[in-house]
């Protein structure tokens, strides 16, 4: 169908109910939801109809139902703004991340709209596409496939706890945590309390482990650290305790700090850490006075029997941030691009001598 027949049809149906809900419109015309809901904006744009979550109504039927203060000359002001938050996991990690979202929301009197992609590509497309179909303003978005194609979707989109590399998706704004400075940070803790022979641990298959292994390695040769094994990052892949490829590297630690060959151990995430610590016990290796701990996510880490040391990113801030980069991108669509990156901060607990 035209665009010209689509925009004649929807007059219609708002001239005969009021009202339409833009993903059962498109289900009736067989076209997309965002093919509608692109049409509800030009529309909008020619002053025909009133945008409206999920819908849109025509203006005197909007300006009955708008609040007293509304201004008649501009039908889609006034109505409730809703932005998307679409991220991989609600169970670790990203619960800080929500909340520091939701409480931003709130304080700017817009809805937060949640959806749990779980790691699947496929899905989080899906979820996108349903939101923009029911009429979000913009999108929050912690991706975990591709991520060139939000670059053309007609919401404005921040990309969230996934750092830009090169100039990756330049018209599109980022907020992420600094792995890198996260973990040079922990190294530096580690080498003034005396530690010299530093090993990483990180489950490799983590979007994060590249930048905190980059931080690592930065950290150690800024201190001039000598290495202690002849590999000192070690990575669990996405593996755990019992198969090889998570028990091979950590034995290969283990030895080297029953050894005394290793004095300290970077462990990502906190449940590795955690292991790692009841391991290192039952190798009567004393901790922190043989090999200090610091932990990466600090999910779980002050929980311990003896408490790990953290790097904590700043999850809360960085949710908070990138609602309020996203409401000022959907306010003003032409000002700068942003890549905001938050620094995490240590938490120094007994496992590293605190």
Same mark, same amino acid.
Request: hydrophobic share 45%; proline share 7%; aromatic share 4%.
């Given at each position: 169908?035209?665009?010209?027949?689509?925009?004649?049809?929807?007059?219609?149906?708002?001239?005969?109910?009021?009202?339409?809900?833009?993903?059962?419109?498109?289900?009736?015309?067989?076209?997309?939801?965002?093919?509608?809901?692109?049409?509800?904006?030009?529309?909008?744009?020619?002053?025909?109809?009133?945008?409206?979550?999920?819908?849109?109504?025509?203006?005197?039927?909007?300006?009955?139902?708008?609040?007293?203060?509304? #201004?008649?000359?501009?039908?889609?002001?006034?109505?409730?703004?809703?932005?998307?938050?679409?991220?991989?996991?609600?169970?670790?990690?990203?619960?800080?991340?929500?909340?520091?979202?939701?409480?931003?929301?709130?304080? *700017?009197? !817009?809805?937060?709209?949640?959806?749990?992609?779980?790691?699947?590509?496929?899905?989080?497309?899906?979820?996108?596409?349903?939101?923009?179909?029911?009429?979000? #303003?913009?999108?929050?978005?912690?991706?975990?496939?591709?991520?060139?194609?939000?670059?053309?979707?007609?919401?404005?989109?921040?990309?969230?706890?996934?750092?830009?590399?090169?100039?990756?998706?330049?018209?599109?704004?980022?907020?992420?945590?600094?792995?890198?400075?996260?973990?040079?940070?922990?190294?530096?803790?580690?080498?003034?309390?005396? *530690?010299?022979?530093?090993?990483?641990?990180?489950?490799?298959?983590? +979007?994060?482990?590249?930048?905190?292994?980059?931080?690592?390695?930065?950290?150690?040769?800024?201190?001039?650290?000598?290495?202690?094994?002849?590999?000192?990052?070690?990575?669990?892949? #996405?593996?755990?305790?019992?198969?090889?490829?998570?028990?091979?590297?950590?034995?290969?630690?283990?030895?080297?700090?029953?050894?005394?060959?290793?004095?300290?151990?970077?462990?990502?995430? #906190?449940?590795?850490?955690?292991?790692?610590?009841?391991?290192?016990?039952?190798?009567?290796?004393? !901790?922190?006075?043989?090999?200090?701990?610091?932990?990466?996510?600090?999910?779980?880490?002050?929980?311990?029997?003896? +408490?790990?040391?953290?790097?904590?990113?700043?999850?809360?801030?960085?949710?908070?941030?990138?609602?309020?980069?996203?409401?000022? *991108?959907?306010?003003?669509?032409?000002?700068?691009?942003?890549?905001?990156? !938050?620094?995490?901060?240590? *938490?120094?607990?007994?496992?590293?001598?605190?």
């Amino acid at each position: 169908m035209h665009a010209e027949h689509r925009h004649q049809a929807i007059l219609r149906r708002l001239r005969d109910e009021g009202s339409l809900r833009v993903s059962d419109f498109a289900a009736e015309l067989g076209v997309s939801p965002v093919t509608i809901r692109r049409d509800v904006e030009i529309l909008a744009d020619r002053g025909l109809v009133a945008r409206v979550h999920g819908g849109a109504m025509l203006p005197e039927t909007w300006a009955e139902t708008a609040s007293a203060d509304a #201004d008649p000359a501009s039908p889609t002001r006034g109505r409730e703004r809703v932005i998307g938050l679409i991220v991989p996991s609600a169970d670790y990690y990203f619960p800080e991340v929500i909340k520091g979202a939701r409480e931003a929301a709130a304080a *700017r009197n !817009v809805r937060l709209v949640l959806d749990i992609s779980g790691y699947d590509a496929d899905e989080e497309r899906a979820q996108v596409e349903r939101m923009i179909g029911d009429g979000v #303003d913009g999108l929050l978005v912690v991706p975990t496939g591709p991520r060139g194609w939000y670059e053309q979707l007609p919401v404005p989109v921040v990309i969230v706890e996934r750092r830009p590399e090169s100039d990756e998706m330049a018209g599109i704004d980022h907020v992420v945590s600094d792995h890198v400075h996260g973990a040079r940070l922990a190294v530096r803790h580690l080498a003034e309390a005396g *530690r010299t022979r530093l090993a990483l641990l990180v489950r490799g298959t983590s +979007p994060t482990a590249q930048w905190i292994t980059e931080g690592f390695e930065a950290g150690v040769r800024a201190a001039g650290l000598e290495a202690p094994l002849p590999v000192s990052v070690l990575d669990t892949g #996405d593996a755990g305790p019992g198969s090889p490829e998570y028990d091979d590297p950590v034995e290969e630690l283990l030895d080297a700090a029953a050894a005394g060959r290793v004095d300290a151990v970077i462990a990502h995430p #906190d449940n590795h850490a955690l292991a790692l610590l009841r391991r290192l016990r039952a190798r009567s290796v004393q !901790v922190p006075g043989d090999v200090a701990i610091v932990a990466y996510d600090d999910e779980v880490a002050g929980l311990a029997d003896i +408490p790990l040391s953290a790097i904590a990113p700043a999850k809360h801030e960085v949710g908070a941030s990138a609602v309020e980069l996203l409401v000022r *991108r959907i306010e003003h669509p032409d000002a700068p691009r942003h890549r905001l990156f !938050v620094l995490p901060r240590l *938490r120094v607990r007994s496992s590293s001598g605190g």
